[in-house]
């Protein structure tokens, strides 16, 4: 059952970073249809549902729920992919991903943050000789302040390798830092936004953390300008 969900897994992340909000919508509801097969999801389901959440008013019905999302986005924290599965990181930066591109600045700000997050979890294990990082996931404790304990990721064995971190810089990052490449810009900002990328790429094969986070800022804030 673990390898069949992680396939599904695999399938969804890739869409949550193109696909509008009502197929987001949609996904939600997958995954809260997989809850009853296998609880691990809850949390990643109830996390996602809250980073897309839409306001019931009357007034506003289908606006995005202000509130819910920016709460949701602030329990991604370095310390919590410490406790996620691969696959679930997945899901979560993809989401990040998607509302990068949003024309509202507190989604754009918020998804920012949390790729960040996982970019300070990522560069001590980048930094690391071992192929087995347990030692240092352990350095990141999630308090039960951080995350509310009814939505808090069940209590699991994780294990993170170089080699998992290093795929999902390559598909979530650089992958998606091409894509915005793609878009219909000046030749000199094609130019300024492939130094970026050939600058985050570089830090990230040394593995500094604090180059790191410099390098993918001035990325992101690259890629994101009209």
């Not at 986005?73 to 691969?86: C, P, R």
């Amino acid at each position: 059952m673990t390898k069949k969900m992680g396939n599904i897994l695999n399938t969804i992340h890739p869409l949550l970073t193109h696909v509008d909000l009502d197929l987001h919508l949609l996904i939600c509801d997958i995954l809260d249809g997989l809850v009853m097969n296998d609880p691990f999801l809850t949390f990643l389901a109830k996390l996602l549902r809250r980073l897309n959440a839409v306001s019931v008013s009357s007034i506003e019905i289908g606006e995005p729920d202000y509130d819910t999302r920016v709460e949701a986005y602030g329990s991604i924290k370095s310390e919590l992919f410490s406790v996620l599965k691969e696959d679930h990181a997945l899901i979560i930066l993809s989401q990040c991903v998607y509302d990068m591109s949003s024309e509202k600045l507190v989604f754009w700000q918020n998804a920012s943050r949390a790729l960040l997050s996982f970019v300070q979890f990522a560069g001590p294990i980048l930094n690391s000789e071992k192929k087995y990082c347990d030692e240092i996931i352990s350095k990141f404790e999630l308090q039960d302040d951080e995350v509310n304990t009814t939505q808090r990721p069940n209590e699991t064995c994780v294990t993170w390798m170089k080699v998992s971190i290093q795929m999902i810089i390559e598909n979530i990052f650089l992958s998606n830092m091409r894509e915005a490449m793609k878009k219909d810009i000046s030749v000199q900002k094609i130019h300024r936004r492939i130094k970026a990328l050939a600058h985050f790429r570089n830090v990230i094969n040394v593995g500094n953390i604090s180059e790191v986070c410099n390098a993918f800022y001035l990325a992101m804030v690259i890629m994101c300008a009209n």
